[in-house]
């Protein structure tokens, strides 16, 4: 069974930084892994996603040139290093895994397994 253990949420102030990573376990190959997040009382939006084989990046455009995503195969880890944090960017972030071939990476549905979340804060 595919598991994946997020880590690295907290709060921080406006500007500052803070780098989540996702470990995944139980399977080697996947298609996309992907960062989502939720804030109170909104849908769950997407942030960014990195193909696993072939390394290509996407990134929704409030986070464009902020965020970076990243993957470390000898890990099975993918992390998201988010540089000049907003106050708009507070919610809890999901790391997600897709596992079947498809050009597919935006929408949540798009996704088989998920993480438990980490929050992240950020003071003005």
């Known amino acids: 069974q595919v598991q994946l253990v997020e880590s690295g949420g907290g709060l921080v102030q406006a500007g500052g930084s803070l780098r989540l990573s996702c470990a995944a376990s139980g399977r080697t190959f996947y298609n996309f892994m992907g960062w989502f997040r939720q804030a109170p009382g909104k849908e769950r939006e997407f942030v960014s996603a990195?193909?696993?084989?072939?390394?290509?990046?996407y990134y929704a455009d409030s986070v464009k040139g902020r965020f970076t995503i990243s993957r470390d195969y000898a890990k099975n880890t993918v992390y998201l290093q988010m540089n000049s944090l907003k106050p708009e960017d507070t919610a809890v972030y999901y790391c997600a895994l897709q596992i079947s071939s498809s050009n597919s990476y935006y929408y949540p549905n798009h996704y088989d397994y998920w993480g438990q979340g980490t929050q992240v804060t950020v003071s003005s």
């Open positions: 990195i193909r696993w084989s072939g390394g290509n990046t």
